[in-house]
């Protein structure tokens, strides 16, 4: 497992957290390359089934960045986003995936060192968890 | 006549890019006119960007706020011109010539990306504010300056050619030289700002010597996270954080010290509540905070209430004193501070790790001198001279004045007076030679004959070609952004990666593809490839998503079809230090691109047709200022006012405190008001029902005698319904002849002198009815009328008596100086508490009032013949509450209309296209309901100045086939668009539709889909991510 | 007479009542039900033999009836609808009556939520007050709920309960009525410990002329401890326990506080004997059924009428 | 059944208000006309009474009887002179229409066409006998008509604030029906126990009283009538009703609406006046429950 | 409305775990308002399968579908032309259209992956609460309209029992006790003497109790 480089998808909402992911480039503060952003309008927009296809494409980790609580652009779309990774953490519990792949972060647009921070530690933990189970074990019976 | 609607307006000059600039700026520039915006420094933004939090949310409001600084860069109808003064004036308004000289930059600011290789080898000599500068004190979390370049100071560097090397972009200019231009302005807008008291030279507070001695506005940047300390508060003298901190108020303000200014800067109490508020909120019991102030001058709105909140929920410890002076404890370096109090004569002395001295503000000399060029009188503290009916005019017509410059005021007050100065400045036609392109647009009575078809767009867009049915071809166009982007990785290897790219029909490295060559040079790859789809590798689609998207207009494709691929800001600069890895980022985030680009369609903006008629509710001295203002312009106003006549309630009033006569000129207003071609005047009229969107909304109006009803089409709406003159059935009002209002004193010195001749004791009792339980905030103007009625019955009798019974004197501003002047004429003004309230007796036609007197302790009784009641505003609950409910308008607590912002949006209420004026928003003077109703019409003009509104094309669309009717999109909407229509499913309309596509994905029949963000376009990007494995 | 309950003979004497209640065995046990019973002999008017008390499994109250019948006492057989449809409580109510059994109480019975069987169906074909009026129907036309006739009726006395203190309370009175209209002969009341509620409530149901329609027995437990008080106040639905009752319990030490529940009892029948409409007492001792004696004797209810 | 055979049969009439566009886009007059058709025994079409310059009412009153809606029609003496209000009648006539009813136009000073030329040649009593002389043949002049008009006439009763102007009114009125009007029509009804203690006095005229029942539409439109025309006797418990509810404009339906209820089986018929809310008119009549 | 909600995944796994070519058919009425069978929840169940399946090394087909109504024989006849793909059906209908698809398709496996809970209505976003029980003799004209069969534990008609406590049921904190929105409800509406009056033994055959049930309108025959 050392050379598991981790595939994780971020959903950034346009106001906070994908401002934030620009501003961490502005202070050229470095974040791992495993993390690629995906640019919503707002974190609210995020469907349950599209952390849900990222994962089964591939992705070892997922998670939804918006605003800060109370923050939001769109008043409350951060909230249902955060009820929307809840669902999808139950649902990959019950099929036997860690629920700790998938998460939501909040920032607002001016910290880029958390979004840096958040980049790190997601990338750490999925790091640590190994590979999402279900690709690894596609690849291993496509090796078999 | 009507073509005369059509006023020419020229440029307008706008000196000062603080926030009332650049509101003032963008006003104009939205309206359709065009402004020069000058400021002195290297970038603009002004004090604002200074603060590390505003009232009373206490949050960074500059993320709010940045939107606005980036659009004031990019706005086309805005010229900037950083480092630049004014040197001199000619003409008259309408046609001013104005030279300006501008300092040399040594940087082309066209081609300065900010890269930060300059700054990186000389650091000593290159400047830059974006935040990112420890030095600066800059708010971190703004991530853009305007202009978004750095500045050299030359005299500091040593070896200009080698720093002029440094650049690969060749901005570095180091044979830049000072440069004059001549411009010709049909008006200026000065706002210049102010700057702060320095305190240095008074050694009783040992600022400069003792070194836990801050200014507000340094504690401030120690606050920030982006301040000198990284966020840290610690004390400079030992690196501890301080224990108790101390904030001492009216330093430089109000006459107290040497080399103080004599009036109120107005925002310090406000400032120094804040700052504590913040300090308790970080560090709970660990910081005491005690504010030492000598009136608490929180009269703006809702105000009254932060005080309080500071004072019951945080802790803050307010003392009313004033202290004499700091004294360093040499072992420890604490702070001594020694007061004494009214009410106990002893001296106190307290000890403190900090103290903040809140210093007001003063008028630069550079200042000073700008105004000596212009030719505008100065008011004798050297800020514009202007009257209470022209609040921001200056004494040379054609100049205009807002924020700081006008008086001492905080952000609110500064924003309206940024919009009023638009609004008055567009309204000076223009004189000087014709220059067709100066051409403002007007409402069009009679469809405008296309006169403005060649002013619509800046650069003609050929029509876009029909791309339906076309397999997806296409263009990827990778910038190397010099050593941004092209530094890191081999753009060639990833151009030629792209190439390989399934659907890629060509793939070329376009260098600075936000350069003029190469969008044309992609322009003509486009059409010789006949591309119908582009993808951009290049920075933030944050940044340049509009040039890129006009670049694709001008090669005849929509412009929806064209994508960003980050790989700038979101690759090479974080990766900077591993190419490989920043490498193949790129290459995935440009393949993510086309797979999502390979599915975007052809998007129209949504428009829709502007109806440029306003409807001004209330006729007061508020609405009138707003319809004339607007009317002048040519628009179209009706003008609803309930009661049947105009005039409101400044119509009661006599005199302002300068002495200025109101029933002249408010009877001069209703009289243009009433006679005004433009406006239809409805009174009495009453709004009874309403529906629409801005731009296109009907509104029901019973008028005239017989409340006839009818429906009003308009394009907006301003609210100016004013407030009612508050009556509490205190100390015998209505019961007793002796007790009245100001308002009725004020009529009474006017119209009948000698009923107050004779009177030998006149007492004043403040607040009555205001800073109560039941109208919990401050009147705001009953302060400075007590001050005018009590100067005025002197005047008419010098042997009066006269005092005033005071909780706090709120004469904020200029009003200091009649306040001071009355206690000079003999004015008796005595504080009295809450839990010691003065008491009235009937006495025959007089009446006792006895009070207590704080500095003796004892109860004193004055044989009164007149009491007067400072019994200020009320809101008008009923009609808000009323009006609240037709329009959907938000109410404060004690029932004001609450607009959008109260820092930055203080005139626009929260649904589009609905503005407030006047004493309806809060308690204000009539300069200042003036002030806000010219505000109302300049932000009224910029909605009217469209001819269509522009949606966008992000919009929530319903398949009603799929859709179940199952209500769960109504429900989540956070803006309540989505209904069931009679078809029996979901329908969005889009010009509501705020495009967060919360809907979308809660849809539970996928029937809805957030246009530009549909669903299987983002399910395209991850498989464009995870390609390599599938 | 309706019928040849002793119960109802000893109310129309205008002789207060006394019954008692006798929760059969969770097992195969005929002796217990022989001891519990014989405890109570001479003692009360009935005793009242529960069915599936708080939805467990237990001996059905129509055998235990009959093995309390044939020691010769009066039980008085409880019947709840939650387990049971029409057509078995009709037949079940035949055969008690075949055995003598002719004192009969409707109740609706605890939801199986709370038993030892929570997974199970609950019938609820009929309600409580429809099980009244079926009872009443049987005994008074003769006929089925289905419409035919019985040979040979069978002639209960029909009893209900009522719990004074549930909610809403300004309902109570409505909904005795409603058991009376039903046709209920007499009511065995909810635990009293709330004297003055109750009183308000029979304040009502007499207002109202109901006490001339029907018995009312409050129904009287003494507290084995304060444990036992706290628990009732909080944890059982639709009790209605004063705090005076608690910390009295709990104002004595642990060894006498079972005494001084057998005292307030006492107490509190003393005070109810002079309530208007008060017709008996229906004493609760649960699990604690020797204490019945002590406590009939105590509060002057000892002896027990003879019936003819 | 036609307005005259209800009024003759002492049946409870509903009359509503419906006023002609100013302009000649007729699609709404029209669409809520058809709302309530078969709802309502007939609609009254009001001149230009409220001062306001628009679409004549005889227009509107055909506009009404092409629908198959019963049409009533106000006449007036301020801007027309006797030839013209003549040669109206008789062309409302001809045009089927059945009911007219004399009112007193607004003054012209409220008027939207303030500098306009007054008439007056007639007053309201003298209209009311033209109609009759009509009726009866002979125009005012004297000259016989080939074929005479008939029409049900009805007149207005001015607004009364106390006993005193009640009698006043009360007069004026007796004279109108003298003059020949068949019904009248009361001033808008707030309070209805205060009307019906005025009520028998105005039954005394003897022809069948129709209720006025106006439709506040607002919390600012309900204050405004009870601080200007304190003879409406709004009160504050009106006001506060609206207040607190919840859905203001359902609540001011409702009202409407009850207040007609309240006056079936105490006066001859209602009049619903809506001023521009004639497409509410279904809800209200809903609430009314008739 | 009927509502329903997904099966827990191990049991729908389980039943789908022999085939390896899935057509998962949804429904857009009743479980699409009540989001538990719409084609938002196929989604994520087609994509929970799947994941679930990759696990043991095993790629699903799944074929997604929503049908408008799986209750309606016209509408199942739709999956016809992609049925022969499928080794078995999962349907996220409710019982009624899992048993419409097995009556039309009789040779295909179907397997329900949601629970048919009850007929309810939405009290807010998100939250459903059972209202009716379908017991085909409606009394709701005598309890104010409110309905005791459905929402009384005990189904009490002539309730309350004695174990309302503060208008809840004596079962949950959570469940409101029916017989006291009754009473307040017939006291709103001026009827409360009418309580009194006994409400008779209920004729079940209207019910479940009388056999399964049937609607034949002759007119529309």
């Known amino acids: 497992m050392k050379d598991f480089e981790p595939v994780i998808v971020a959903f950034c909402c346009h106001y906070c957290a994908y401002t934030a992911a620009d501003m961490a480039g502005s202070k050229r503060i470095a974040y791992p390359a495993n993390v690629k952003i995906i640019r919503v309008p707002c974190s609210g927009k995020v469907d349950t089934i599209h952390i849900m296809k990222a ?90 | 006549m009507q073509n005369q609607n059509s006023i020419q307006t020229g440029k307008v000059l706008v000196v000062g890019g603080g926030v009332g600039g650049i509101r003032a700026a963008l006003d104009i520039a939205e309206s359709g006119g065009d402004a020069v915006l000058a400021d002195n420094a290297y970038s603009i933004g002004g004090l604002m960007t200074q603060l590390d939090r505003t009232f009373p949310t206490n949050n960074c409001d500059l993320c709010t706020l940045s939107p606005h600084l980036s659009e004031s860069g990019r706005e086309l109808h805005i010229e900037l011109k950083t480092m630049t003064e004014v040197t001199g004036i000619q003409g008259a308004a309408g046609a001013f010539e104005v030279t300006l000289k501008t300092r040399p930059r040594y940087i082309d600011v066209q081609k300065c990306t900010a890269c930060g290789e300059c700054f990186e080898r000389f650091p000593e000599c290159v400047r830059f504010t974006p935040g990112l500068d420890h030095r600066a004190p800059t708010c971190m979390r703004y991530p853009q300056a305007t202009p978004w370049a750095y500045s050299v100071d030359m005299e500091k560097c040593n070896d200009p050619e080698a720093l002029e090397k440094v650049c690969k972009m060749g901005a570095i200019l180091p044979e830049d030289r000072a440069e004059e231009t001549l411009i010709e302005v049909s008006a200026v807008i000065l706002a210049p700002g102010a700057s702060i008291f320095d305190p240095a030279h008074l050694d009783h507070f040992g600022k400069g010597t003792y070194p836990n001695v801050f200014t507000s506005l340094e504690y401030e940047r120690i606050l920030s996270a982006s301040g000198p300390t990284g966020g840290i508060l610690e004390r400079p003298s030992d690196g501890k954080q301080p224990e108790r901190i101390a904030w001492i108020q009216c330093v430089g303000s109000r006459g107290i010290q040497k080399g103080a200014a004599s009036y109120c800067s107005s925002a310090c109490c406000m400032f120094a509540t804040k700052e504590a508020i913040v300090t308790r909120e970080r560090f709970k019991d660990d910081i005491e905070t005690v504010i030492f102030y000598m009136d608490m001058r929180t009269s703006g709105k809702d105000y009254e209430l932060y005080y309080q909140r500071a004072k019951n929920e945080f802790g803050v410890r307010f003392v009313r004193c004033r202290p004499h002076s700091v004294v360093q404890n040499p072992e420890n370096m604490n702070l001594e501070i020694s007061y004494t109090q009214d009410e106990k004569s002893e001296n106190i002395t307290e000890e403190f790790d900090m103290a903040v001295l809140s210093t007001g503000f003063m008028i630069s000399e550079e200042t000073r001198k700008m105004a000596e060029v212009m030719g505008i009188e100065l008011n004798p503290h050297g800020f514009a001279e202007t009257a209470s009916f022209t609040p921001i005019e200056t004494s040379k017509p054609g100049i205009f004045v807002c924020g700081m410059f006008e008086s001492p005021k905080d952000i609110p007050e500064t924003m309206v007076q940024g919009s009023a100065a638009a609004c008055k400045a567009l309204s000076i036609p223009y004189r000087g030679k014709p220059a067709p392109d100066h051409k403002l647009r007007a409402p069009a009575d009679d469809a405008a004959e296309n006169q403005w078809d060649d002013y619509d767009e800046y650069e003609e867009f050929p029509p876009e070609r029909d791309v339906t049915g076309e397999t997806p071809k296409v263009g990827v166009f990778v910038c190397d952004c010099g050593y941004n982007i092209g530094g890191v990785i081999n753009v060639p290897e990833i151009v030629d990666y792209c190439k390989t790219v399934a659907g890629v029909e060509t793939a070329v490295a376009v260098g600075h593809g936000c350069s003029g060559e190469s969008q044309k040079m992609m322009e003509s790859l486009i059409k010789e490839h006949q591309l119908n789809r582009v993808v951009i590798g290049g920075c933030s689609p944050r940044t340049h998503e509009t040039k890129f998207q006009d670049m694709v207009r001008r090669a005849g494709l929509n412009k929806y079809l064209v994508e960003i691929a980050n790989i700038r800001d979101q690759d090479t600069w974080v990766h900077g230090d591993q190419p490989e890895i920043a490498a193949n980022k790129a290459k995935e985030l440009i ?213 005033v019974l005071y909780r706090d004197m709120r004469t904020y501003g200029f009003q200091e100086d009649y306040y001071k002047k009355a206690r000079e004429k003999g004015v008796v003004f005595v504080r009295y508490g809450l839990e010691d309230t003065p008491v009235a007796e009937a006495d025959g036609d007089k009446v006792n009032v006895i009070f207590k007197e704080p500095i003796l302790g004892v109860k004193v009784s004055v044989n009164a013949d007149i009491l007067c009641l400072s019994t200020g505003f009320i809101s008008d609950d009923e009609s808000t509450e009323d009006l609240g409910f037709i329009f959907h308008l938000q109410r404060t607590d004690d029932g004001y209309f609450l607009e959008d912002h109260v820092k930055l949006r203080p005139v626009d209420l929260p649904v589009p296209g609905f503005f407030v004026a006047g004493t309806a928003h809060a308690p204000k003077n009539i300069r200042e309901s003036i002030v806000q109703a010219q505000a109302a019409a300049g932000r009224a003009q910029t909605l009217l100045s469209q001819d269509t509104i522009n949606l966008g094309a992000s919009v929530a669309k319903v398949d009603g086939k799929k859709c179940a009717a199952c209500l769960i999109c109504v429900r989540a909407c956070p803006y309540s668009v989505p209904y069931i229509n009679a078809d029996g499913y979901s329908e969005i309309d889009p010009a509501r539709c705020h495009g967060c596509g919360i809907c979308a994905s809660e849809c539970p029949a996928k029937a809805i889909q957030l246009m530009q963000f549909q669903d299987d376009q983002i399910l395209a990007r991850l498989d464009g991510l995870f390609e390599r494995m599938n | 007479m309706k019928t040849e309950s002793v119960l109802e003979k000893v109310f129309n004497s205008g002789q207060l009542a006394v019954t008692s209640e006798c929760g059969p065995p969770r097992g195969a046990l005929p002796e217990k039900v022989i001891e519990k019973a014989k405890m109570l002999a001479g003692y009360v008017d009935g005793i009242n033999v529960t069915d599936n008390q708080t939805a467990m499994v237990r001996m059905s109250s129509l055998a235990a009836c009959i093995l309390i019948k044939q020691i010769g006492l009066d039980p008085i057989f409880q019947m709840v609808t939650r387990d049971r449809n029409r057509l078995a409580m009709q037949s079940d109510i035949i055969g008690a009556y075949s055995h003598g059994i002719n004192t009969m109480l409707c109740l609706s019975g605890d939801h199986p939520h709370f038993g030892d069987h929570p997974m199970a169906a609950n019938v609820y074909d009929l309600d409580s007050v429809q099980l009244v009026q079926t009872v009443r129907n049987m005994r008074d036309n003769g006929k089925f709920q289905g419409g035919d006739d019985i040979l040979n009726p069978p002639k209960m006395f029909i009893g209900a309960a009522a719990n004074p203190f549930a909610d809403p309370f300004e309902l109570r009175v409505a909904r005795l009525a409603k058991k009376i209209n039903a046709g209920v002969d007499f009511i065995q009341t909810q635990c009293i410990y709330n004297m003055a509620k109750f009183e308000k409530w029979m304040k009502g149901v007499c207002d109202r002329g109901l006490d001339k329609k029907v018995h009312i027995m409050p129904g009287i437990t003494p507290m084995k401890s304060a444990g036992m008080a706290r628990y009732m106040k909080n944890k059982v639905p639709g009790m209605d326990v004063p705090d005076e009752i608690v910390k009295r319990m709990a104002g004595v030490p642990k060894e006498k506080q079972a005494a001084e529940g057998i005292k307030i009892a006492v107490e509190q029948i003393q005070r109810l004997k002079d309530v208007q409409g008060v017709h008996g007492f229906h004493i609760m001792a649960i699990e604690w059924e020797q204490k019945v004696p002590e406590i009939v004797e105590k509060a002057g209810l000892y002896p027990r009428p003879v019936i003819e | 059944m036609s307005l005259k055979k209800r009024l003759s049969s002492k049946e409870f009439v509903v009359l509503a208000e419906m006023h002609t566009p100013k302009g000649v886009n007729i699609s709404e007059l029209v669409n809520n006309a058809r709302r309530i058709k078969g709802r309502i025994d007939a609609v009254v079409i009001p001149d230009m009474d409220n001062g306001v310059m628009r679409m004549s009412a005889l227009a509107g009153g055909v506009l009404m009887h092409q629908q198959g809606i019963e049409a009533v029609i106000n006449v007036y003496c301020r801007d027309r002179n006797r030839m013209a209000i003549q040669g109206d009648i008789l062309a409302a006539h001809v045009l089927g229409i059945q009911n007219l009813i004399v009112v007193k136009g607004e003054e012209i000073a409220n008027c939207d066409h303030k500098d306009a030329k007054v008439v007056d040649d007639l007053n309201e009593i003298q209209i009311l006998e033209v109609v009759n002389g009509l009726q009866n043949g002979t125009d005012m002049a004297g000259f016989d008509l080939t074929g005479a008009p008939e029409f049900t006439l009805g007149c207005t009763l001015g607004k009364f604030a106390d006993q005193a102007s009640l009698e006043k009114e009360i007069q004026a009125a007796k004279q109108k029906v003298d003059a020949g009007a068949r019904f009248i029509i009361t001033p808008p009804i707030f309070d209805i126990d205060y009307f019906l203690s005025a009520a028998d006095k105005i039954k005394a005229l003897n022809v069948p009283v129709i209720a006025s029942v106006f439709l506040i539409k607002s919390v600012g439109i309900a204050r405004y009538m009870a601080v200007t025309e304190p003879e409406s006797r709004i009160g504050e418990d009106l006001i506060k009703r609206i207040r607190k509810s919840r859905d203001r404009e359902n609540e001011c339906l409702k009202i409407a609406g009850e207040s007609m209820k309240a006056l079936k089986g105490q006066v001859d018929g209602v009049l619903a006046v809506t001023l521009g809310w004639e497409h509410r008119l279904p809800t209200i009549l809903d609430y009314a429950q008739l | 409305m009927i509502t329903a909600e997904r099966k827990p995944m191990e049991e729908i796994i389980a039943s789908v775990r022999p085939y390896n070519r899935i057509l998962l058919v949804g429904c857009n009425e009743c479980v699409t308002v009540c989001a538990a069978g719409g084609r938002k929840e196929v989604g994520i169940l087609s994509s929970a399968l799947q994941m679930a399946f990759m696990q043991e090394g095993k790629t699903l087909d799944i074929k997604e579908l929503t049908l408008e109504r799986q209750c309606d024989p016209e509408y199942v006849e739709e999956l016809v032309t992609v049925i022969d793909q499928a080794d078995a059906v999962l349907s996220m209908a409710c019982g009624c259209g899992v048993q419409e698809v097995a009556r039309r398709y009789k040779d295909k496996p179907v397997y329900p992956a949601l629970n048919t809970k009850f007929m309810g209505a939405s009290e807010r976003q998100g939250v459903w609460a059972e ?86 309108r002759e007119d529309l025959v």
């Open chain 5, 131 to 216: 209202r009716c029980q379908g017991c085909g003799d409606c009394i709701l004209g005598l309890t104010g309209g409110i309905c005791p069969v459905a929402r009384c534990s005990k189904r009490l008609l002539n309730g309350p029992c004695g174990g309302s406590t503060a208008g809840k049921c004596e079962i949950s904190q959570d469940v409101d006790c029916v017989w006291q929105l009754i009473w307040d409800r017939m006291k709103a509406l001026g009827i409360e003497n009418r309580y009194e009056e006994v409400m008779m033994a209920k004729d079940w055959r209207s019910s479940r109790d009388g056999g399964p049930r049937k609607i034949i």
């Open chain 2, 591 to 803: 393949r993510m691109a086309v797979s999502r680009v390979w599915l975007s369609i052809p998007l129209a903006d949504h428009t829709l047709p502007m109806n440029k008629d306003i409807l001004v509710v209330g006729g007061g001295v508020s609405g009138m200022t707003s319809a004339l203002a607007l009317a002048d312009r040519g628009f179209k106003v009706f003008l609803a006012e309930r009661s049947p006549r105009l005039g409101g309630m400044a119509a009661n009033i006599r005199k302002t405190l300068e002495g200025e006569d109101v029933r002249s000129k408010v009877e001069e207003m209703i009289e243009r008001t009433m006679n005004h071609e433009k406006i239809q005047v409805m009174a009495p009229a009453i709004i009874v029902d309403h529906a629409g969107m801005p731009g296109m909304f009907t509104t029901g109006v019973q008028s005239g005698p017989q409340m006839f009803y009818s429906s009003i089409k308009h394009g907006v709406t301003i609210l100016a319904t004013g407030a009612l003159p508050n009556r509490p059935s205190e100390y015998f009002l209505n019961e007793h002849d002796a007790v009245i209002t100001q308002l009725e004193l004020d009529e009474r010195i006017e119209d009948n002198p000698e009923s107050v001749k004779n009177a030998e004791n006149v007492v004043m009792i403040q607040c009555v009815g205001s800073r109560t339980t039941d109208n919990p905030n401050c009147s705001r103007v009953c302060c400075q009328a007590a001050v005018k009625n009590a100067l005025r019955i002197i005047k008419i009798n010098p042997d009066a008596r006269v005092i």
């Open chain 1, 55 to 144: 994962l089964e494409n591939g992705a070892d980790g997922v998670y939804v960045a918006g605003c800060l609580e109370g923050d939001c652009h769109f008043k409350n779309g951060n909230l249902r986003a955060l009820q929307r990774v809840k669902q999808v953490q139950a649902l990959l519990e019950e099929i036997c995936i860690e629920p700790e792949r998938v998460e939501m972060v909040t920032m607002s647009a001016g910290m880029g060192e958390r979004f840096a921070k958040a980049a790190f530690e997601i990338t750490e933990k999925i790091r640590k968890l190994g590979p999402n189970p279900s690709k690894a074990a596609m690849e291993k019976a496509k090796a078999a």
